[in-house]
């Protein structure tokens, strides 16, 4: 805190300078208010936002003459000149399209969508009311280029560009400027505990690498979310939702979502505002009983391990556990596991708070605001095993200062891991509370080799010897069960429980100068940042069972834009940024950006950017040690390798009964698991096998991954038909992702003696590690959104996405990318927000094509699937509100977009939003 305390003092001084304070409206062509329009002045970034009646004020260094700006999704900019402080200021706005709305996000300066030098998409005000998805942050999904996977209910990834899981750690989302990633997990959890949809001001989306002025994290794209300033938006605000969630797997269930908005202007120097919001269902109920790939399609099968089934991940070689007896297949058998229902109630919450205080000591747009922010909630995240995220916890606590031209903030950021706990080793130690692993194996080879010596068939031999070995197994909803299961879940002692606990946060303070109003001939930024890190998860997620992990990273950057007119019908705007970063960890990063935008005839851009970015490895690349159940995952700092140690059993009566091994053997001595799977695969027995198929693994440790990318874009407007299309391609350097390998307990890999007989006993531990690959991965896409007016008001919107990866699978197939993403996918859309008088509807429909998901639960193709959504809407002027029903996935074909996770099912809903137009 002391950190953050220390820059927020470096970056606080400023000076005083004569004010101009201005005052007016923004209304439509109908004299109707617009409220949320951006207005500013021209040629800096300075500005305001209208509040619920059109009305704004703003206060400047400069003396009239000068012209204002105002903008709005869905109208054309409209321009006026203020000759004095006195002026009557009315600007009336013309329905015009998206590309005349005003973003930030772009170039951390106010700037038209139509001139930004990147892609950038806005979801506003407008678009919020008229979303078809239940709630705005699912209407994210209809924005082009945007992949949302849906691991929950109330958890939702989103994603541009590639290269996702659940733990998507290349996509920033930031609320009003706060990183909103867990500090235990290094990733947003969607809107989980995030924002209250009637304080939602704006959202914006920039696809891509933006390094170059947001830092390592910011490498395949970030969200920002605003939200409303007291100051502008005043009142009490709410909604209501209720309706139903209809699954095949778990029926209809109720789905209830509510919230609030307060705020006041209590002066024009103080200002106060405090949101609620509530969320309460069933969540998406996980039936995928097929087994995982090489494990059998079901329990018939020996060595089955289903997707949602847990306990069965504990397998062993019976042969090798034998001690090589002859009579005994050379099999490997798994224990019978308990269904994902049997371990979860599936209880879907979210209840989130956060409250401002903001103070205007000048009555101008110099501003000290605290912002605080606490959400608690259940939710199920799919990771590498399947976790019930209970009653987990995060609080944000933000101080800011800034005005037009400047901010400097400092937050903290806090989780509580609740009563969370781990699925797949939940069903893990219900079995082992009732029969240890050794006796459950021990009995089964012995059965087995009785039932064999007297007659049996070998298929009858398994079964008899699964019976006997499952003698007295504790059932669901058994009291035996229910104890085994209440000890296990409160339990975080890895070797015998499954909750894990957290209680880690991060640091963070940034600041950013923008010199407009002291230097004409163009505009210059500067800015930087600091984190630090603390993590604590007593053991149960990283290597801290001794304590915190601590450590800090800090960038500095700087940009420059310049407009050019060429001629009387081109004009051109370049830019160019640099940002350095640099972890305590790692060697220091310049990520450098160029871009170029030429207009022309107004109605046409055309931009081209060129970028590099990199990210630093996550807390879990660096730090993490968590036995997943068939594998342990081992982060690859230097200081991490030899943190994690634990003991083994060992089958082969040479060797001692029991070794303890560091998981730094990941890293030093053991073979890929691709070969060891193709050595095992070569023979039935140890002398029949091909010891030269076996390859070295020993996995590098991991450095920071590296991107350069190369976009070009056009915007324009053909009569009534906007045009918005980009193209993209990306080399990446130093990929990170997991790699596959297993250590023999005993043996040094290349011995070709006993490391070999540790793979023929079954005595060997596979870990997925953190490391970079040495194949070129590459990435490429396009993306094209038409919009227009047809049928008089009716408003149509198309949008294709094209994106592929470029990487050698074969030859390295240990290696796994995780691109994740379909390579079509189609979004359309079609409504009218004025059909007859107040009503409106929105149709929107979604295809993805098919494609393989890959991350550490499983692997697996995902289908290609549809969906619809609708909404009816009815306004009501006099109340600033307004009734909706509707629908999503309407047309009821269940879907899934990862391996592992329930299907989606309908919602069905009907909802009144008060005071909130």
């Known amino acids: 805190m002391r950190s953050i305390l220390s820059i927020l003092l470096l970056f606080c001084g400023a000076f005083t300078f004569a ?47 000068f ?161 409303k300033n007291p100051f502008d938006f005043e009142g009490i605000s709410g909604y209501i939702k209720q309706g139903i969630t209809s699954q095949d797997a778990a029926g209809d269930n109720s789905y209830t979502d509510v919230g609030i908005r307060m705020a006041h202007k209590f002066t024009d120097h103080f200002a106060a505002k405090v949101n609620f919001g509530w969320l309460k269902g069933t ?165 087995f080799a009785g039932a064999t010596l007297g007659g049996a068939t070998e298929e009858q031999a398994h079964a008899a010897a699964r019976a006997a070995a499952e003698s007295g197994r504790f059932l669901p909803g058994t009291p035996e069960f229910q104890a085994a299961f209440n000890r296990s879940i409160n339990d975080p002692e890895l070797a015998t429980g499954s909750k894990f606990q957290d209680a880690s946060k991060y640091y963070h303070a940034d600041g950013n100068y923008n010199f407009s109003h002291l230097v004409d001939w163009a505009e210059i930024q500067v800015g930087g940042s600091f984190r630090q890190y603390s993590l604590n998860s007593s053991g149960t997620i990283y290597t801290d069972s001794d304590g915190p992990i601590e450590y800090s990273e800090y960038g500095i950057y700087t940009q420059i834009q310049k407009d050019l007119e060429l001629s009387e019908s081109i004009d051109l705007k370049l830019t160019g940024s640099i940002r350095y970063d640099k972890s305590e960890l790692f060697d220091g990063f310049l990520s450098p950006r160029l871009a170029a935008g030429f207009t022309v005839n107004e109605n046409h851009n055309i931009r081209g950017s060129f970028q590099t970015g990199f990210r630093n490895p996550t807390t879990q690349d660096l730090f993490i040690g968590l036995d997943a159940g068939p594998y342990v995952l081992i982060g690859s700092a230097e200081a991490n390798l030899d943190r994690y140690v634990r003991p083994y059993s060992v089958n082969n009566p040479a060797q001692a ?35 030269s198929l076996l390859k070295i693994g020993n996995s590098e440790v991991v450095k920071p991954e590296q991107v350069t990318s190369f976009e070009v874009g056009y915007r324009g407007k053909l009569n009534r038909l906007i045009v918005d299309a980009s193209v993209y391609y990306n080399s990446y350097k130093n990929f990170i992702s997991n790699e596959s390998v297993i250590a023999p307990l005993y043996g040094q890999v290349g011995d070709n003696s006993l490391s070999i007989d540790a793979i023929n006993f079954d005595d060997t531990q596979e870990y997925q590690t953190y490391t970079n690959s040495d194949a070129n991965v590459n990435s490429y896409g396009a993306s094209i959104g038409l919009t227009t007016k047809v049928l008089g008001d009716f408003d149509l919107g198309a949008n294709y996405t094209f994106a592929k990866q470029d990487f050698d699978q074969a030859a390295d197939p240990d290696f796994r990318t995780s691109f994740n993403t379909p390579e079509h996918k189609v979004k359309l859309s079609f409504g009218n927000t004025d059909l007859f008088k107040n009503f409106g509807f929105n149709v929107a429909w979604r295809w993805s094509d098919a494609y393989f998901w890959q991350a550490t639960f499983g692997d697996g193709d995902i289908p290609a699937y549809h969906t619809l959504d609708a909404q009816l809407s009815y306004t009501i002027p006099k109340l600033k509100s307004v009734i909706k029903v509707g629908a999503t996935n309407m047309l009821g074909d269940e879907y899934f977009t990862a391996i592992g996770t329930g299907y989606i099912g309908s919602m069905y809903y009907a909802s009144i939003v008060i005071n909130n137009l």
């Open 657 to 691: 009964n029991s070794i303890n091994q560091s998981a730094g053997n990941a890293y030093t001595n053991s073979f890929s698991k691709a070969s060891v799977d193709a050595y095992l695969a070569s023979g039935n027995t140890p002398g029949t096998r091909d010891a």
């Open 283 to 447: 969540d998406w109920v996980a039936d995928n009983y097929a087994g995982k790939p090489g494990t059998g399609a079901t329990r018939a099968s020996l060595g089955y391990d289903g997707y949602n089934v847990f306990g069965d991940e504990v397998a062993t070689n019976i042969r090798a556990a034998s001690g090589g007896l002859g009579i005994i297949p050379d099999v490997t058998v798994s224990r019978t596991g308990y269904n994902e229902s049997d371990l979860t109630d599936y209880n879907a919450e979210s209840i989130k708070a956060d409250w401002g205080l903001y103070l205007r000591p000048w009555a101008n747009d110099f501003e000290i605001a605290y912002v605080g922010k606490i959400g608690t909630g259940s939710t199920i995240y799919q990771g590498s095993n399947r976790y019930y995220i209970n009653g987990f916890t995060q609080q944000q606590h933000k101080i800011e200062v800034r005005n037009n031209n400047f901010f400097v903030r400092g937050y903290v950021v806090a989780d509580k891991a609740g009563d969370s706990y781990d699925m797949t080793v939940t069903g893990i130690q219900i079995n082992r509370a009732w029969k240890s692993d050794e006796d459950w194996f021990g009995d089964y080879i012995n059965t």
């Open 67 to 227: 012209s204002i700006q105002a903008s709005s999704v869905g109208f054309e900019t409209a321009t006026l000149e203020v000759t004095s402080s006195s002026d009557v200021i009315k600007l009336v706005l013309t329905e015009g399209t998206a590309l005349d709305e005003v973003v930030i996000s772009a170039s951390r300066t106010p700037e038209r969508i139509f001139e930004s030098p990147v892609t950038v998409e806005r979801f506003g005000l407008k678009e919020i009311k008229n979303t078809a998805s239940a709630d705005f942050y699912d209407g994210l999904e209809n924005l082009k280029g945007v992949d949302v996977n849906t691991n929950s209910l109330t958890f939702k990834s989103i994603n541009t560009r590639g290269f996702a899981t659940f733990a998507n750690n290349r996509f920033m989302q930031l609320v009003d400027g706060m990183d909103n990633s867990t500090p235990a997990l290094n990733f947003p959890i969607g809107n989980l505990v995030g924002m209250v949809e009637t304080d939602v001001l704006s959202v914006e989306l920039l696809p891509g690498a933006a390094s170059a002025l947001y830092g390592a994290n910011a490498f395949n794209g970030i969200l920002f979310m605003r939200s």
């Open 19 to 65: 004010q101009t304070t201005i005052s007016g409206t923004v209304v439509d062509d109908n004299e109707q208010p617009v409220p949320g329009a951006n207005v500013i002045i021209v040629g800096t970034s300075t500005g305001n936002i209208t509040d619920f009646d059109g009305g704004f004020t703003i206060t400047t260094d400069l003396t009239p003459p």
